[in-house]
């Protein structure tokens, strides 16, 4: 055993983790459950207004709820019980510290796929015996950082990789350990940026070239190769893509122990989609779970899995206020104070984010978060940013209920590769993250101020 699994939480009488079983939404086997939700007209985060929030921190704002990270961490844990995973979040995700030092505390490991990732799973108290080292291009200083902190693993990408991982370990005179990524060629028919399993990506190795890659690296002095990674792509909304994955991978451990190669674990990847358009869009992880356990299970190797998106998305929200409205030809323009900076999704791939006003009319007071939702008084619309960049849009042509300068909106869904993809750019000042506990919320991390913006410049 190399990899200690994360430990299934405590369930409580009724089957679910104990915080959840009070909940009065009783939904726990829905991916949708999260907990943003509208109470007395107006939008809450639990138990707290977000407008308070927002009144008292301000915007462009993002908020995190730490029920609903608990809960889909524990969702999945739970779920996959039976085969004693490790689960490795990917802290690509949604890295602060404060959210993995959450997670930790609840025996999840880490996937981090740089220096600065494998530094932040540290710095929040990660046990670097459950984290993985990902990526196609890992430098030689990374390699040591990883082997000097002693992490569980890395995963490989290709013969290049392994010799100088190899080498690094060497020059250290110490051994490290790997994963050989395999490419399996699924297609799980997501957006082509995100795609990752199929041969054309630049991710992994060739299934077909698999066996030989084993063979040849079998006896490397300072690298001991004894897992098998995929990650086939994300966000994934159907269960087959895994099913055939996981299927060609059992397969092709089957050959390499019959080649006398002995394989310790075997990490399944993440991209578990979550609900960005509606409800029912995702399958939840017990669906995945219900297909693939019994694919796994009694396998002489350990299994991890290294979601992301699945535990982040939903649990965060991004707070924008409307600045102006505008008309440009046939189209009417609301421009908010949070761009492409902010949340690059839209731009980067197209993607969709409902959006809803936090203080909605009453008669629209959404029943349910939907991409059909059809409000009263409604206008079609593009929600566009403050950046100089046709792309810097978070909606286009959507229909909204009507609102005005000053209005707060609420992006949702934005936990996952919201905060962590943002950047500078136009010399913004990254947003706050707050991080919401029942009826109080910590800033987990302050907006950035104009000093921050050029303090790495002063020579
Ligand atoms: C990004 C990534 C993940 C996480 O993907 P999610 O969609 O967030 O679950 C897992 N493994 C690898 C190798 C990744 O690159």
Redesign the pocket.
Known sequence: MIIPSSPAPIKSAAGAPSRIATDACGCHNLPTMDYFQYKNGELYCEDLPVAKIAAEVGTPLYIYSKATFLHHYRQIATAFAELNPTICY?I??CGNINICRMLAGEGCGF?V?SGGELYRALQAGGDASKMIF??VGKSDEEIRMAIDAGIAAF?LESEEEIENVDRVAASMNRQAVGAI?VNPDVDPKTHAK?T?GKKETK?GVDLERAERVFDQYRNLKHLRIAGI?I?IG???YEIQPYIDAVNKITALIDRLTQRGHKIEWFDV????GVNYQRPDQAHPITEHAKALVPLLKGKPYRIAF?????I??NSGVLLTQVLYRKKGGSKQFIIVDAGMNDLIRPTLYESYHHIWPVHPTPDNVPAQRSVETVPNNGEVVDVVGPICESGDYLAKDRLLPHTQRGDLLCVFTAG??GFSMSSNYNNRRRAAEVLVDGNSYTVIRRRENYEDLVALERV
């Open positions: 990917s690509k995700s996937d796929t990902a990526g995963n990524r995100t990752t991710f990674h990650h994300s966000p994934v990847g993440g991209g578990f290294e979601p992301g998106r699945y982040a998305g996952a590769y």
